[in-house]
T-cell receptor, first 114, second 113 residues
Framework: DAGVTQSPTHLIKTRGQQVTLRCSPK?????VSWYQQALGQGPQFIFQ???????QRGNFPDRFSGHQFPNYSSELNVNALLLGDSALYLC?????????????FGDGTRLSIL | QQQVKQSPQSLIVQKGGISIINCAYE??????FPWYQQFPGKGPALLIA?????SEKKEGRFTISFNKSAKQFSLHIMDSQPGDSATYFC????????????FGSGTKLNVKP
């Protein structure tokens, strides 16, 4: 049973560019959340997708957008990259109908902005 | 406003000792409190979790103590081992808020052999 998988594992971009990160949730999960983890910090909630719609958003600008596909996989898009966007981006999945359940995390995408 | 505050930032413990990490939360409506363990280059992995209707939960060498009136909870690692060396995060969430998690800032634990 595959867990949460993310791609790519590492990515280097320059300021002003755009990036797309991908996530496949754990089998049986239908909800995907994205987090940003700066070096030495805890994960910060970006947004959550359920039934192909964004239903919760953290304190992140509109440069951060996402998408969820019918197979529950998800993408995180970041436009006009800034140096401060350098971080580990984590995807977490859960099952919506199981109440307050733990989120299962992938190993993340390390994004470096030059 | 930081919803979950975690301390200490780093911790050094001898092998066989007890590691204690503390967290305090703001929102009294939080109803789920997990602890995650993260190794370098890996994502956070669920270690143990508690709901506010119990004051303690134990799983092997790991115990969560929960104090609802003080809005605090802590992780105790008994008989700490070098393999426990990792960063630990506490978190809190609200079940009617679509499972949005608020994380503490993390504690880097180093267990010396």
């Amino acid at each position: 049973d595959a867990g949460v998988t993310q791609s790519p594992t590492h990515l280097i971009k320059t300021r002003g560019q755009q990036v797309t990160l991908r996530c496949s949730p754990k089998s049986g999960h239908d909800t995907v959340s994205w987090y940003q983890q700066a070096l030495g910090q805890g994960p910060q909630f970006i947004f959550q997708y359920y039934e192909e719609e964004e239903r919760q958003r953290g304190n992140f600008p509109d440069r951060f957008s996402g998408h969820q596909f019918p197979n529950y996989s998800s993408e995180l898009n970041v436009n006009a990259l800034l140096l401060g966007d350098s971080a580990l981006y984590l995807c977490a999945s859960s099952f919506s109908r199981a109440g307050n359940q733990p989120q299962h995390f992938g190993d993340g995408t390390r994004l470096s902005i030059l | 406003q930081q919803q979950v505050k975690q301390s200490p930032q780093s911790l050094i413990v001898q092998k066989g000792g007890i590691s204690i990490i503390n967290c305090a939360y703001e929102n009294t409506a939080f109803d789920y409190f997990p602890w995650y363990q993260q190794f370098p280059g890996k994502g956070p992995a669920l270690l143990i979790a508690i709901r506010p209707d119990v004051s303690e939960k134990k799983e092997g060498r790991f115990t969560i103590s929960f104090n609802k009136s003080a809005k605090q909870f802590s992780l105790h690692i008994m008989d700490s081992q070098p393999g426990d060396s990792a960063t630990y995060f506490c978190a809190a969430s609200l079940s009617d808020n679509f499972n949005k998690f608020y994380f503490g800032s993390g504690t880097k634990l180093n267990v010396k052999p």
